[in-house]
């Protein structure tokens, strides 16, 4: 008796997991930690700032599903909202926190393992800004960043990502005179769809 009970515990486990794993990626909630180095590019500064930004970003399930195709490819949006801190290494101010949202465009490639994907986005922050002329002229920052990258599933419930993100922060216009920084650089992430 306690055989049967015990391959039908096992039964039942591997059902659920097997329905779980069922649902395609973008079908579910999505965790993401991402840190990587971006370095000043442009000419809103003469510093050359070097900044390490980590992220904690949700993805929505699928909010828009673009395009299905009979092989299994997908493209969808879903939305995504990000928990920013970046720290400062080489330039005047030493760190940045803020939050920004965007839509994530994705393309599922037929395996439903792989994805390329795409953001736009802002939102706000503050900074310990130091004035000065090239530094950021007040505490208040907005953002807006890009992203292009890939991602993999690795496990069902688990994927690794990697792409080029792109920021700038900006006072507004607030100061005068009215620095901006633009950062350039790859990133690296690990996610966690649930």
Do not use: C
């Amino acid at each position: 008796m306690k055989k049967l009970a015990l391959l039908l515990s096992i039964v039942a486990a591997s059902s659920a997991f097997g329905g779980q794993s069922a649902l395609h990626p973008t079908d579910r909630w999505e965790f993401v930690f991402e840190t990587g180095f971006l370095r000043n590019v442009g000419n809103n500064t003469a510093i050359d700032y070097e900044i390490i930004p980590t992220q904690l970003t949700f993805r929505s399930p699928t909010m828009w599903n673009l395009w299905d195709a009979q092989n299994g490819g997908r493209l969808v949006v879903r939305n995504r909202f990000s928990g920013v801190f970046e720290s400062i290494i080489k330039g005047p101010e030493d760190y940045y926190l803020g939050v920004s949202a965007a839509p994530s465009l994705e393309y599922w490639f037929p395996s439903q393992e792989t994805s390329l994907f795409f953001s736009i986005g802002g939102g706000v922050g503050v900074t310990n800004s130091a004035g000065g002329e090239e530094g950021q002229g007040q505490d208040f920052t907005l953002n807006w960043f890009s992203q292009l990258g890939i991602r993999q599933q690795i496990t069902p419930d688990l994927s690794i990502l990697g792409g080029l993100y792109f920021v700038h922060h900006s006072n507004g216009g607030q100061t005068e005179p009215n620095p901006g920084i633009d950062a350039l650089g790859l990133t690296i992430g690990l996610g966690w769809q649930f």
